[in-house]
């Protein structure tokens, strides 16, 4: 059975209005993405087709491990991500695939008002490991909020610099 869990944040100092103009120009998703802690960061698809906007990218992940199993394991933490955002409605789905036996999708929904930004993310992980998978499902959770967070704080900053320029 997948393991579930919800992530909500608010982002102060953001107005709904704003948002849905930066969010209708890629170079805000863009400059995020290269913001999140990682290495060998590849962006394969960044489009934007009428009321669509889709991400695809891989990056390793600066995952929280010893540093030699990270050099042991080399790309198995190849994170392989696509985003595809209803630029109107301002839902996203988010796929995440890995070198590794891991199923994980979030469902991402911004709301909000002329002063902040509510997000949330709703997650469904699934690892594919006997006898261990509920164990490695919960850690893969406070992985997943650990780079949200990181995430949030990147696209604040992205954003009040572009309403700011």
């Known amino acids: ?96 695939g890995a070198n590794l036996p891991l199923e994980a999708k979030g469902e991402r929904t911004v709301t909000g008002d002329s002063n902040k930004l509510n997000v949330t993310m709703v997650w469904t992980v699934k690892v594919k490991v006997p006898l261990v998978g509920g164990m490695l499902e919960r850690h893969a959770e406070g992985e997943i909020r650990r780079f949200t967070q990181l995430e949030l704080d990147i696209v604040e900053d992205e954003a009040k610099k572009q309403l700011q320029a």
Do not use: W
Request: with cysteine; glycine share 4%; hydrophobic share 40%.
């Open 1 to 96: 059975m997948a393991h579930q869990f919800t992530i909500n944040a608010t982002i102060p100092g953001i107005s709904i209005d704003d948002f849905k103009r930066l969010a209708a120009d890629k170079s805000l998703h863009e400059a995020v993405c290269r913001r999140i802690p990682g290495e060998n960061l590849e962006i394969l698809e960044s489009n934007i087709q009428g009321n669509t906007y889709t991400l695809r990218r891989e990056y390793n992940l600066d995952v929280n491990i010893p540093d030699v199993a990270k050099k042991l394991l080399k790309n198995a933490f190849r994170l392989k991500r696509t985003d595809i955002t209803n630029l109107t409605a301002l839902t996203s789905t988010v796929e995440l």
